[in-house]
């Protein structure tokens, strides 16, 4: 088995506005692991959901639906992050500082405010 190894900050591979290959290799590894991370997300929201469902009493019925929630927020990050991964590879090119700031804004389904997607959305 093949010592693990650290993966460069991206910023550290990062040279110019166009990916190179290398660089489009490493997204495009993130984005595989993502899509594992995403399957896995969507199983457990389910398998919690339908838990809570047959729970036995009103304590493991609430832990079940926490958990649920709790992997459904986490399964829309992993998308949002996924959607990210996927935009880099299909431009083979780096966005300019202001949108890279933009998209690395705070997942909006974890913030307070019910108009945080649409303000959001509005920037893109």
């Known amino acids: 088995m093949k010592k693990q190894q650290m993966n460069p900050p991206i910023d550290a591979i990062r040279t110019d506005d166009r990916l190179t ?48 929630l709790v992997l459904s927020n986490v399964l829309q990050s992993w998308r949002e992050a996924a959607t990210f991964l996927e935009d880099l590879l299909v431009l083979r090119e780096w966005p300019d500082e202001v949108t890279l700031a933009r998209w690395m804004l705070a997942d909006s389904s974890l913030t307070a405010t019910r108009d945080t997607a649409s303000r959001r959305r509005s920037w893109m």
């Open 21 to 68: 290959p290398k660089q489009a290799e490493h997204l495009e590894g993130q984005l595989l692991a993502c899509k594992v991370l995403l399957r896995a997300c969507q199983d457990g929201t389910f398998d919690f959901s339908f838990s809570s469902t047959y729970a036995k009493d009103s304590r493991e019925e609430r832990l079940n639906e926490t958990a649920a």
